[in-house]
C-alpha cells in the first residue's frame, strides 16, 4: 500500500498512519507532510526511513531544498510519485 501524507509529522493523521503502515508499504510526504525533513526525531524516520519520499516539487514550495539537500532525504519527483502510485494497489492519503 502506498501511504500518502498531506499533514505535518505532528498531527494526529502521521500517527494514525504510522499505526496502520505494514512492512511492504511505502510512505510519499507532500504538502505540509514534507516538514518531517526538519522533525529529524520523527519517529517515521526510523522506523521506515527506506520507504519515506519527500515530493520534491513541495520541498521547494516549503523553501526547504538546502536543508533537504544536506541531509541524505530520498525525494522523488512527479514523475516518481506516478510510478509509485503505479506499483502500489491500494493507496491511502492522510489528511
Request: charged content about 20%; cysteine-free; proline content about 1%.
Amino acid at each position: 500500500m502506498l501511504h500518502i501524507l498531506t499533514k505535518a509529522p505532528d498531527s494526529d493523521a502521521a500517527r494514525q498512519m504510522q499505526q496502520a503502515i505494514a512492512d511492504d508499504d511505502a510512505i510519499v510526504l507532500i504538502e505540509a507532510g514534507v516538514q518531517a525533513a526538519l522533525h529529524t526525531q520523527w519517529d517515521g524516520w526510523a522506523l521506515y526511513e527506506s520507504r519515506v519520499y519527500l515530493l520534491a516539487e513541495d520541498i521547494t514550495a516549503w523553501g526547504l531544498d538546502e536543508f533537504v539537500d544536506s541531509r541524505e532525504f530520498a525525494t522523488i519527483d512527479m514523475q516518481g510519485f506516478i510510478g509509485l502510485t503505479e506499483q502500489h494497489t491500494q493507496t491511502v492519503t492522510w489528511y
